[in-house]
């Protein structure tokens, strides 16, 4: 009797364990066939996801540059359980054509500006977003402190290897030229005053001086461009007879010579004293704090305030009285007063 109890006990333990042992078999094809599936879902949502390389090529840009523009909110993505970024296909192609165009810039967003700056997009669209930027905030000065940032974040982007020396340079020469498209929009009087714009003479960078540009063109004056690493001694002998009534000159903060400088301000000082020629030094290069003769800038709105307070004491070098701001012409037409200036003389580079 006992056996045969052993027995029966036996045969109902071995039918549990069959039924356990079916039962898992089951939960193991269903969680296979739900990985299938999943892996079938995400094999199809993932052919029309694309990789950030693959998105650069797409759109003939760096991988920084899709990296900078998802975090201005300019293309959308989505990140893996890894953490890598994955961007839709369809917002990659619907951002070709607006780099065709011209992308979004918000005003005073930086990351939107230079997202614009290393994108597929000529000096027109520049231009274009230039002077969105200046309706926004009412005269190139104040435009000019914006970009200002804008330079500053550039570079030190560059010093964290986000941007390539190419990419640095190619954002830079696209400013130049919209800065450039902006300020030939803009119509000054034959007989205004005119500006002579130069470098220092071993610096060779002249985006400080095309942000200058458009500021005195705003104000009235004609600029006159002498070009890069402007010898000195040539510049003396042009400002010694030319008919000239400010010069500007820009050192950025690759001029680190502060002795080369300094000869240099002393050389210019003297001439400009003589013939009552304002003279400005702006830039992050080492210029002398007071030099001799001339005046020390950091903004445009400290050279719009030279500017005035020459015009108001009768200053010959701005009696002429222009204004680009209210003559109707150029940029100015939209009838913004330029009182409220911002980055001059070459300030930020």
């Known amino acids: 009797m006992c056996s045969l109890n052993l027995v029966v006990l036996g045969e109902i333990a071995t039918g549990a364990l069959y039924k356990t042992a079916i039962g898992e078999s089951r939960t193991m094809l269903q969680s296979a066939k739900s990985t299938k599936d999943s892996f079938q879902e995400w094999t199809i949502v993932s052919d029309d996801l694309l990789t950030t390389r693959e998105a650069a090529i797409l ?7 899709i990296k900078r523009w998802a975090d201005a909110g300019l293309l959308q993505c989505v990140k893996t359980p890894g953490g890598h970024r994955r961007y839709s296909r369809a917002s990659v192609e619907a951002l070709i054509g607006q780099t065709e165009l011209t992308m979004p810039v918000r005003s005073g967003r930086v990351s939107d500006w230079i997202a614009l700056l290393t994108a597929k997009v000529t000096g027109h669209h520049v231009a274009d977003a230039l002077e969105a930027e200046r309706r926004e905030r009412g005269s190139w000065g104040a435009v000019s402190d914006a970009l200002g940032l804008v330079l500053e974040e550039i570079g030190r982007s560059w010093a964290r290897g986000e941007l390539s020396v190419i990419e640095e340079h190619v954002a830079s020469e696209r400013l130049i030229r ?13 007989d205004a005053p005119t500006a002579f714009l130069i470098t220092a003479e071993s610096d ?24 890069p690493r402007t010898p000195v001694h040539f510049a003396c002998e042009y400002v010694a007879t030319a008919d000239v009534q400010l010069v500007a000159v820009s050192a950025s903060q690759h001029s680190r010579d502060a002795a080369l400088l300094a000869d ?19 830039g992050n290069g080492l210029w002398p704090e007071h030099p001799p003769y001339g005046t020390r800038l950091r903004s445009c709105s400290e050279l719009q305030q030279m500017l005035a307070h ?25 009838g913004h ?3 409220d ?6 300030p930020h580079e």
């Open 204 to 227: 060779e960078h002249t985006v400080g001086l095309a942000m200058t540009e458009v500021c005195l063109r705003e104000k009235g004056w004609r600029p006159l461009w002498a070009g």
């Open 337 to 339: 007063d330029a009182s």
């Open 178 to 190: 919209g800065l450039a498209r902006c300020g030939d929009s803009i119509r000054v009087p034959g």
């Open 341 to 346: 200036s911002g980055n001059g003389a070459s």
């Open 264 to 282: 240099q301000c002393l050389r210019l000082g003297e001439v400009c004293r003589k013939r009552e020629i304002l003279l400005a030094f702006g």
């Open 310 to 334: 020459a015009s108001s004491n009768g200053n010959s070098a701005s009696s002429n009285g222009h204004d680009a701001s209210s003559n109707g012409n150029g940029a100015s037409s939209n």
């Open 59 to 65: 759109l003939g840009v760096g991988t920084t540059s």
